[in-house]
DNA sequence: CGCAGTCTAGCAC
DNA sequence: GTGCTAGACTGCG
């Protein structure tokens, strides 16, 4: 579970109107299981997982999680959904894939140089 | 476009 | 308790 956890901290960590991404959260975690990282957003966050240092209060924001590419991959709520979300947070979304995508990207190792 | 790599969670035995 | 399958991904051919 600890995996699950540190996703959700990670994820948490984003500020509003930013986005991440799938990769950067597994290399934050310094491993390559991408997949994990989606999988664990995917079932344990949107059941809430009041324990240790996670709040209920301060739920998983899974929808500013999006793909390497900027894309919305993912989420069974619905990418539509997701897409509406992170246009209200400020993040202009285009067909599913974000405009402002590397403006709103968070990284945490602080700044990524194209 | 299709296959391989990586990790966790769930189900079956 | 151990083993196999599936999955919100990414990278290479």
């Not at 996703?7 to 984003?14: E, G, P, S, Y």
């Not at 324990?51 to 500013?64: A, F, L, N, T």
Request: glycine letters at 8%; aromatic letters at 8%.
């Amino acid at each position: 579970m600890r995996f699950s956890e540190k996703v959700w901290q990670l994820c948490r960590k984003v500020p509003k109107g930013k986005v991440t991404t799938y990769k950067e959260i597994a290399a934050a975690m310094k491993t390559k299981a991408y997949r994990a990282v989606g999988n664990a957003l995917n079932r344990n966050p949107m059941t809430l997982f009041a324990k240790g240092s996670i709040q209920k209060r301060d739920i998983v924001p899974c929808h500013r999680v999006v793909g390497s590419d900027g894309s919305l991959v993912g989420f069974a709520r619905g990418l539509g959904k997701k897409a509406e979300m992170l246009r209200k947070e400020g993040i202009k979304v285009k067909n599913n894939k974000l405009v402002n995508f590397e403006e709103a990207l968070y990284t945490y190792y602080g700044k990524r140089k194209v």
